[in-house]
């Protein structure tokens, strides 16, 4: 059975950091693309970062550059998302996404976890 499940999310405050993560099981890890998505109640998922298993390379949405960081540890099939200077517009739930690459929309993936909620909130 395919899972990802993520884990990590909470209330923090305005500026402060949380780390997310990603457990995958199921499916050949180092095959995929793991990617977060978040979403807000009304709007369509937004990409927010994104590890090539398979090499490394990482991406990151516009708005989230410089502030989160990705990474995977592929002996754990796990990836993180290092989220610092958390802002309001942070607020979301984020979702653990498995794709062939990176780039993907959130529909296109092939597999998706549960989500886990953020609120940045004083």
């Known amino acids: 059975e395919v899972q990802l499940v993520e884990s990590g999310g909470g209330l923090v405050q305005p500026g402060g950091s949380l780390r997310l993560s990603c457990a995958a099981s199921?499916?050949?890890?180092?095959?995929?693309?793991i990617g977060w998505f978040r979403q807000t109640p009304g709007k369509e998922p937004e990409g927010v970062s994104c590890?090539?298993?398979?090499?490394?390379?990482?991406y990151y949405g516009d708005s989230v550059k410089g502030r989160f960081t990705i990474s995977s540890n592929n002996a754990k099939n796990a990836v993180y998302l290092q989220m610092n200077s958390l802002k309001p517009e942070d607020t979301a739930v984020y979702y653990c996404t498995a794709g062939l690459v990176c780039g993907l929309g959130f529909d296109e993936s092939d597999y998706w976890g549960q989500g886990t909620q953020v609120t940045v909130s004083s």
């Open positions: 199921g499916f050949t890890f180092d095959d995929y693309a």
């Open positions: 590890i090539s298993s398979s090499d490394g390379r990482t």
